[in-house]
Every structure is written in C-alpha cells, then in structure tokens.
C-alpha cells in the first residue's frame, strides 16, 4: 500500500509516518517509480508505535522495543533487558512527576502568601488595587 493508504489506516498524517521511517521505526520498500510502498504488516507496526509514543518513549527507545513488540497492543516479549528498559523509563517519570508535586506545592505557596501580603496592602491603603 502507498503512504496516503497507509496514513488513511492508521489516522497517522503522512508526515508522521515519513518521520517514523527516517527513525528507522518503518521500513518501506520503494516501487519503480520511487514511491513507498508498505506491506500489510505495516498497519500493526504505526500501531505499535503510536502506543509506545503514547507510553511516553523516545523513538530510540522504541526503535529498541519494537522488535520485540506483537501484536496491535502492543505486548512485548517479556526480555530482561525490554523489562528493565521499561522499569527505568517508569522509574524515571515517577521522579518527573515527584519534582512536579513539589513545584506545584511549593508555587501554591508562594500565591497564598503574596495573596496574604496583597490582603494586607489592600486594607492599609498601601496599593491602589
């Protein structure tokens, strides 16, 4: 199938899949007048990738996982190293989100003191507020 077949299976824009090849994500061959063409496997494979993407994996990381990906879900074959990729990468948004937690605390802080401070101005007449 041509790219526009493909992109019209998937819902995945052309240019998104021309990057996923440039990722060395996809592999398609090129008919005699140069176009790609994608086997019928190829609609599993975008698949795959999109949920990988949406699981918040690089494409180098996914370049890594997807020979170990079946089916459209995907599952992967359960291999240490896949495993152990996988742990680090979760271990690793755990991190983000608790740095994240702390920030939003720690900004919620700051706006109830300065609406504190911006409570006292107001009643002294110090602010024109």
């Given at each position: 199938?041509?790219?526009?077949?493909?992109?019209?299976r998937?819902?995945?824009?052309?240019?998104?899949?021309?990057?996923?090849?440039?990722?060395g994500?996809?592999?398609?061959?090129?008919?005699?007048?140069?176009?790609?063409?994608?086997?019928?496997?190829a609609?599993?494979?975008v698949?795959?990738?999109?949920?990988?993407?949406e699981?918040?994996?690089?494409?180098?990381?996914i370049?890594?996982?997807?020979?170990?990906?079946?089916?459209?879900?995907?599952?992967?074959?359960?291999?240490d190293?896949v495993?152990?990729?996988?742990?680090a990468?979760?271990?690793?948004?755990?991190?983000h989100?608790?740095?994240?937690?702390r920030?939003?605390?720690?900004?919620?802080?700051?706006?109830?003191?300065?609406?504190?401070q911006?409570s006292?101005?107001?009643?002294?007449?110090?602010?024109?507020a």
């Amino acid at each position: 199938m041509l790219i526009g077949e493909l992109s019209r299976r998937t819902s995945v824009n052309a240019h998104q899949l021309r990057y996923y090849e440039a990722q060395g994500l996809l592999e398609p061959e090129r008919g005699a007048n140069g176009y790609r063409e994608y086997g019928s496997d190829a609609v599993v494979t975008v698949t795959q990738i999109r949920w990988l993407l949406e699981a918040g994996l690089s494409t180098e990381e996914i370049a890594f996982l997807l020979p170990c990906a079946t089916g459209p879900g995907p599952e992967l074959m359960p291999c240490d190293d896949v495993l152990e990729m996988l742990r680090a990468r979760q271990r690793g948004l755990d991190d983000h989100i608790d740095t994240l937690v702390r920030s939003r605390r720690t900004l919620r802080e700051f706006i109830e003191a300065t609406e504190r401070q911006a409570s006292s101005y107001v009643l002294s007449g110090a602010c024109d507020a």
